[in-house]
C-alpha cells in the first residue's frame, strides 16, 4: 500500500517555474515507478512525465520536454516535478501516482494516485 500526498501547486503567470513535490508513504517506495499525470477541465488525464523505481529512466510527453525535469530520492521517499517556462495550456491538475509494474511513456493508468494539486498558468 502506497499513499501520495502532492504539494506545490499554484498560480504563476506564463513563463513562471513551479515545482511539484510527492510524498509516499510506505517501506517499498524504491520498488515503484512513479508518474505525473495531469487533468485539464473537461479533457482526459494526459501523461506528463515518468520515472523509473531506481531513477534511471525518465520519459516525457513532447510537450514539456525541455521544459520539465522529473526527479526521485528514495531515501526520501519523494518524487518531483520541475516545471518551467510554464504556458496557459499547462493548467491543470496534476497528479503523483504509483506503480510496480513499470514506467513507460504515455502510461495514465496507476495503482496509487495522489490527491491532486492544481497548477494554474495565466497569460
Known amino acids: 500500500q502506497v499513499q501520495l500526498v502532492e504539494s506545490g501547486g499554484g498560480l504563476v503567470q506564463a513563463g513562471g517555474s513551479l515545482r511539484l513535490s510527492c510524498a509516499a508513504s510506505?517501506?517499498?517506495?524504491?520498488?515503484?515507478?512513479m508518474g505525473w499525470v495531469r487533468q485539464a477541465p473537461g479533457k482526459e488525464r494526459e501523461f506528463v512525465a515518468g520515472?523509473?523505481?531506481?531513477?534511471?529512466?525518465?520519459y516525457y510527453t513532447n510537450s514539456v520536454k525541455g521544459r520539465f525535469t522529473i526527479s526521485r530520492v528514495n531515501a526520501k521517499n519523494t518524487v518531483s516535478l520541475q516545471m518551467n517556462s510554464l504556458k496557459p495550456e499547462d493548467t491543470a491538475v496534476y497528479y503523483c501516482?504509483?506503480?510496480?509494474?513499470?514506467?513507460?511513456?504515455?502510461?495514465?493508468?496507476?495503482?496509487?494516485w495522489g490527491q491532486g494539486t492544481q497548477v494554474t498558468v495565466s497569460s
Open positions: 510506505g517501506r517499498t517506495f524504491s520498488t515503484y515507478g
Open positions: 520515472i523509473s523505481a531506481s531513477g534511471g529512466k525518465t
Open positions: 501516482a504509483a506503480d510496480e509494474g513499470g514506467i513507460w511513456p504515455g502510461k495514465t493508468r496507476y495503482e496509487y
